[in-house]
T-cell receptor, first 114, second 111 residues
């Protein structure tokens, strides 16, 4: 069981470039999430998904798009990267989304936008 | 969602018991209290969860008083490897997918 994996681990972009972050989980979880974490701060929810083919906005969705075409994958896209999107991005998954089900986090992707 | 307040940082020494208190005055009736641990350059990891009274697992204990307006995470006999940021989260079952992570408590364990 690999758990939650994220690709890539590091990335440097120039302003205006686009990219896609991939999150994969092999635990057959229904719920998946994308967070960003800025230095010295907690995590903020960008988007989440309650199942294959469904997505919803979180706390800070602007500038990001997501897709959940397959249950095991959750993609986060930046269409036109901005320096304000420099952050560490974490993906997570949980089995049911009920409060008693914990979230399992990936190792993170460190993104720098110049 | 209930807002939580935790100390920004704490220091301890190896072998000591560490108690981190979280205030959540506006906790709702169906809210649960969950604690996560985050090491540098890693994603958060679930530690413990509770609704009321006391919960204990192999890692920590969680104490919740009757009014549930606060909770205390207790780490027995900490070691250097317990140096991390600890987050207290409060949320209802239906809103679990909208958990809000505050800044957390940065615990430094010294030799």
């Amino acid at each position: 069981n690999a758990g939650v994996t994220q690709t890539p681990k590091f990335r440097v972009l120039k302003t205006g470039q686009s990219m896609t972050l991939l999150c994969a989980q092999d635990m057959n979880h229904e719920y998946m999430y994308w967070y960003r974490q800025d230095p010295g701060m907690g995590l903020r929810l960008i988007h989440y998904s309650v199942g294959e083919g469904t997505t919803a906005k979180g706390e800070v969705p602007d500038g990001y798009n997501v897709s959940r075409l397959k249950k095991q994958n959750f993609l986060l896209g930046l269409e036109s990267a901005a320096p304000s999107q420099t952050s560490v991005y974490f993906c997570a998954s949980s089995p049911l989304g009920e409060v008693e089900d914990t979230q399992y986090f990936g190792p993170g992707t460190r993104l720098t936008v110049l | 969602l209930a807002k939580t307040t935790q100390p920004i940082s704490m220091d301890s020494y190896e072998g000591q018991e560490v108690n981190i208190t979280c205030s959540h005055n506006n906790i709702a009736t169906n809210d649960y209290i969950t604690w996560y641990q985050q090491f540098p350059s890693q994603g958060p990891r679930f530690i413990i969860q509770g609704y009321k009274t006391k919960v204990t697992n192999e890692v920590a204990s969680l104490f919740i008083p009757a009014d549930r307006k606060s909770s205390t995470l207790s780490l027995p006999r900490v070691s250097l490897s317990d140096t991390a940021v600890y987050y207290c989260l409060v949320g209802p079952p239906s809103g679990y997918n909208k958990l809000i992570f505050g800044a957390g408590t940065r615990l430094a364990v010294h030799p």
